[in-house]
């Protein structure tokens, strides 16, 4: 028995080396967690649908509203694309001029994806700050995309969601989330 063990583990073993030399593979695998967590890459063309992401920055902060408890942000910051996102695009910041608490572009805060040691913050007045990002959006049927977002608001205390979202006549209504990673 010991001998068919040892000739099991001399032949095996040169593969599993292969196997380790393999970094490509690694990087795929890496590629496909962060994937897991934020979607597939998503990249701002600013030709999306500014009342489409702006129901997705809605429906983040109300799943995320649990945590609320916790301390009420006095601004949100919002984002769009990976993990370095950009500033929403103008047109989703007058889409929702009128939301409490108020809304800002993401460059308007610090602390977050750039600087996860701290809690997020307004940067002109150091009031807290949630920071929403909108981090992919694929396309499933005409009128029916899936969306990822999260909200980020100290080190540990953020989330990440997956939601669907049909198009109602020229509105859009976003169902069926679920959270995707917590830390």
């Not at 001998?3 to 080396?17: K, M, R």
């Not at 460059?107 to 701290?118: L, N």
Request: with cysteine; proline share 6%; hydrophobic share 45%.
């Amino acid at each position: 028995m010991r001998v068919i063990v040892a000739l099991v583990l001399i032949i095996g073993f040169p593969e599993s080396l292969l196997a380790q030399r393999d970094s490509a593979g690694a990087r795929r695998d890496s590629a496909s967690v962060h994937q897991q967590f934020y979607g597939p890459p998503y990249l701002v063309t600013g030709n999306e649908d500014s009342l489409l992401l702006a129901r997705m920055f809605e429906e983040t902060f109300k799943v995320g509203g649990g945590d609320a408890e916790r301390g009420e942000p006095a601004v949100i910051c919002l984002a769009v694309g990976g993990i370095n996102g950009a500033d929403a695009p103008a047109s989703v910041l007058r889409v929702l001029a009128h939301h409490l608490p108020p809304v800002r572009p993401v460059s308007a805060c610090r602390g977050g994806r750039s600087d996860r040691s701290r809690r997020a913050m307004e940067s002109a007045t150091g009031k807290p700050a949630w920071i929403l990002s909108v981090t992919a959006l694929e396309p499933l049927l005409a009128d029916t995309v899936a969306l990822r977002s999260s909200y980020y608001v100290a080190p540990l205390w953020a989330a990440g969601w997956v939601c669907r979202a049909v198009r109602r006549g020229n509105d859009w209504r976003i169902f069926a989330c679920s959270m995707t990673w917590i830390s």
